[in-house]
């Protein structure tokens, strides 16, 4: 069956079920686009564009953060990884949730304190500007991009699936759509009207979560043992679906594969650019902490849901369905489950969850690609921009300019690329980007906030190291080349199409190799240059991360 004639799957009247898809997802925008307006009137300064005015308190933020961090890779790629892959799908969920203690005890309230609006500010407290704003802007931007081809291939997923399009122009025309949107959030509403659509979204998302969960326990008598148990039978896998080795584990290869990738969730989240912009937007280090402790709390319930809804589409679906699943890399798993729970194909019911649930992810996309395209032209404006081209001497009327700018030139290379992607797992594109986080801003960070010795050498081999060599070996991956075939599909399971093979590099996740790499260059660079500048300026540095003090001042020297 394609997607195309399975879309509302024997509904009464297709067109009528249809219509209310598309009032559904007009709703949901119409709701973030009056949040942006709305949010426009309340943003006159850099402060207000940059960080929402540092206004906001630590449930909001943690709210805001769950939002930016549960994204379309959650709530398609994990529970659809799972219900692919069993136990070893459910470790996504596991190092995402794990790596947040991360963030909370080495970086949100250090980082915070001794910021103003980017990575890039802390790294330049005490080192040279241009080069290390330079590094940093870059960094941001490439892992902002990786993370958004996940975010606009959810979307495509989403839209043919509800409305029924094939892979083609029509789905190219939604990816374009969502980054026509992204961009209209980033220049209009900026960081304030970007963080309401966070929080609203956040909402919706773990109500509908919830909901699906409850159902979906309820045809098991909430017994979740029975849902294990007919998840395991229906696959056909037996007890190796409810145990390691599924995916990973199989040969050396693919235990390799494992730590690569554990080692990219648990260190990305302290290192991605759209996490650590949001510590901006409290006014003490206290709501930094709390903002972190409420993410860990809502993340870490939103996290459980997912073993749920994954396991739940390996036990509900029908034959038809779950082949579908399998030939969407797993993405269409939670919305074909709240189809089945809702009352199953051909149902009124089944039909409305379907777009009630899609209407949610939509929102969930929308939200994520506001903060990271914020997070990528806020770098390019403060960091590129005012500080290295213009050496300061800009005002803050002309930077907001220039970051609304970028937020054109991101969103048409984010639309650019994921076209071709759509043929990928969202969860696994998320993966890269945490192995591309891990790999060149961590290392600087953790570096400048815990090493005196630390300097403008060391910061910038760190940054460009770990960015080249993560990107690099993607790129000579079986990811890019080299892959096969799907065998339900027919389509490549690389980015390349069957026949070109390129790749050099075994594993499908860089970080076993690009993120201690980063850390090594870091040292090295660090201990054969001369510099010692920012020796002189450790202290006050050490200062205001313990403290706070002059976190509001400027950070240009």
Same mark, same amino acid.
């Given at each position: ?33 009056g949040i942006t307006v709305w949010a426009s009137r309340q943003t006159s300064t850099a402060a207000d564009y940059y960080a929402g005015g540092r206004s906001f308190s630590g449930f909001q933020n943690g ?29 996504? !969920? ?63 997923? %989403? ?65 979740? !043992? ?71 709390? %809502? ?78 032209? !806020? ?97 000579? !991956? ?80």
């Amino acid at each position: 069956m394609n997607v195309s004639g399975a879309v509302l799957l024997a509904a009464t009247d297709p067109n009528e079920h249809r219509t209310l898809t598309i009032v559904l997802f007009l709703a949901v925008v119409s709701i973030t686009v009056g949040i942006t307006v709305w949010a426009s009137r309340q943003t006159s300064t850099a402060a207000d564009y940059y960080a929402g005015g540092r206004s906001f308190s630590g449930f909001q933020n943690g709210l805001a953060i769950s939002g930016d961090y549960m994204s379309a890779a959650s709530f398609l790629g994990i529970s659809g990884a799972i219900a692919l892959f069993g136990y070893d799908g459910f470790l996504y !969920s596991v190092g995402f949730l794990v790596a947040w203690l991360v963030a909370l005890l080495l970086v949100a309230e250090l980082l915070r304190n001794s910021g103003r609006y980017t990575m890039a500010d802390q790294l330049a407290f005490r080192m040279k500007q241009r080069p290390v704003r330079t590094a940093a802007s870059v960094s941001t931007v490439v892992v902002s991009i990786f993370y958004l081809l996940a975010q606009m291939v959810g979307a495509g997923t %989403l839209v043919s699936l509800l409305l029924g399009f094939e892979a083609g122009l029509a789905k190219n025309v939604t990816i374009a759509g969502v980054g026509v949107l992204m961009v209209f959030y980033v220049t209009v509403g900026g960081m304030k009207g970007t963080t309401w659509v966070q929080i609203v979204k956040a909402i919706l998302l773990i109500s509908g979560t919830v909901l699906i969960t409850f159902l979906t326990l309820k045809e098991f008598g909430f017994n979740f !043992s029975d849902l294990m148990g007919q998840a395991a039978s229906n696959t056909g896998q037996g007890r190796a679906f409810l145990e390691p080795g599924l995916q990973y584990g199989v040969d050396l290869r693919s235990k390799l594969d494992f730590i690569s990738l554990g080692l990219a969730l648990v260190l990305g989240t302290a290192g991605l650019p759209h996490i650590l912009i949001r510590f901006y937007t409290v006014p003490t280090s206290k709501a930094a902490r709390a903002s972190v402790q409420w993410a860990i709390g %809502l993340i870490g319930a939103f996290y459980l849901m997912t073993l749920v809804l994954g396991f739940g589409a390996a036990a509900l679906l029908t034959k038809t369905s779950y082949d579908r699943v399998i030939e969407s890399k797993g993405n269409l798993a939670s919305p074909l489950l709240a189809e089945a729970v809702g009352g199953g194909p051909g149902s009124n019911g089944g039909a409305i969850l379907l777009a009630v649930i899609a209407a949610v992810a939509f929102a969930t996309i929308l939200a994520v690609v506001a903060g990271l395209t914020l997070t990528s032209a !806020s770098s390019v404006a403060h960091d590129l921009y005012a500080n290295v081209l213009r050496k300061g001497r800009t005002t803050d009327a002309d930077e907001v300019r220039v970051a609304k700018i970028a937020a054109f030139g991101i969103g048409g290379i984010a639309i650019a690329l994921a076209i071709p992607a759509q043929n990928l797992n969202i969860a696994f594109l998320v993966a890269v980007a945490f192995a591309i986080a891990a790999s060149a801003n961590l290392p600087s960070l953790l570096y400048n906030l815990f090493w005196s010795r630390f300097n403008t050498r060391g910061a910038t081999w760190s940054i460009y190291g770990g960015l080249i060599s993560s990107v690099g070996l993607v790129f000579f !991956s079986p990811v890019v080349s080299g892959k096969g075939v799907d065998p339900i599909s027919g389509a490549s399971l690389s980015l390349f199409p069957v026949g070109v093979d390129f790749h050099l590099f075994p594993l499908e996740n860089p970080g076993l190799v690009s993120i201690p790499l980063g850390f090594f260059l870091g040292w090295l660079g660090t201990v054969t240059s001369r510099e010692r500048a920012s020796e002189e300026r450790w202290p006050e540095l050490e200062v205001r991360a313990l403290t706070g003090a002059g976190a509001e001042g400027a950070v240009e020297h």
